[in-house]
């Protein structure tokens, strides 16, 4: 069975901070994982996503992620957070057509 | 410009009442799918289609019904059955690649289903 785990329910963060959200994923094969973030009544808006290839993936807004096979993690980062950060983010674990695992999310908050 | 409208945006339910949510998708993805969240769950996927015509079971289908009649269309009928149906439900939408491994997907702005 796939799993995907984030540790964190809600973050809280100063903008200008760095950011690191963890996601944590079990599966037996190579995994297509995605991150994706929602504002508050909105839906899904894809962040970035990891297929193969190079393990650090960049993606829209300033986010990047990093693959860590022998970690089994998938955290997404921001070296700088703005105050329209504020969302909900959601790990994403495909483990094959039509398997599609999502992370429970966390809840990011960005103080002044 | 492309994209997944869903509507209403607000939808309140009565007792015994079904009701349908609506999902149209111009991307000219093949894929769409019906998910449903509630706080603190993430998202559970009710049902799937691949193809018009043909639609899947999710995770938490019962007391939900589709159809997929148009390419563009997947409806979502919360029938009376649904004893707790009050979430918020966004519609999804992939390519479909041929290798028939998980494509992208896509999300509509969601419909929120409220009891009365």
């Known amino acids: 069975a796939q799993s995907v785990t984030q540790p964190d329910i809600h973050i809280t963060v100063s903008e200008g901070a760095s950011l690191e959200l963890r996601c944590n994923y079990s599966y037996g094969a190579t995994p297509y994982l995605f991150w994706y973030v929602q504002s508050p009544g909105q839906g899904l808006q894809l962040l970035l996503k990891y297929f193969s290839g190079d393990t650090l993936v960049q993606g829209i807004k300033g986010f990047e992620a990093e693959f860590k096979r022998s970690q089994s993690s998938f955290n997404l980062r921001k070296p700088s957070v703005h105050w329209s950060d504020a969302a909900e983010y959601f790990c994403v674990l495909s483990g094959g057509y039509q398997k599609v695992t999502f992370g429970t999310g966390t809840k990011l908050q960005v103080i002044p | 410009d492309g994209g997944i409208t869903q509507s209403p945006k607000y939808l309140f339910r009565k007792e015994g009442q079904n009701v349908t949510l609506s999902c149209e998708q111009n991307l000219n993805h093949d894929a769409m799918y019906w998910y449903r969240q509630d706080p603190g769950q993430g998202l559970r996927l009710i049902y799937y289609?691949?193809?018009?015509?043909?639609?899947q079971k999710g995770d938490i289908a019962e007391g939900y019904s589709v159809s997929r009649e148009k390419k563009e269309s997947f409806p979502l009928t919360v029938t009376s059955a649904q004893k707790n149906p009050t979430a918020f439900y966004l519609c999804a939408s992939s390519i479909m690649g041929r290798r028939q491994i998980q494509e992208t997907q896509y999300f509509g702005p969601g419909t929120r289903l409220l009891v009365l």
């Open positions: 289609s691949q193809i018009v015509n043909d639609f």
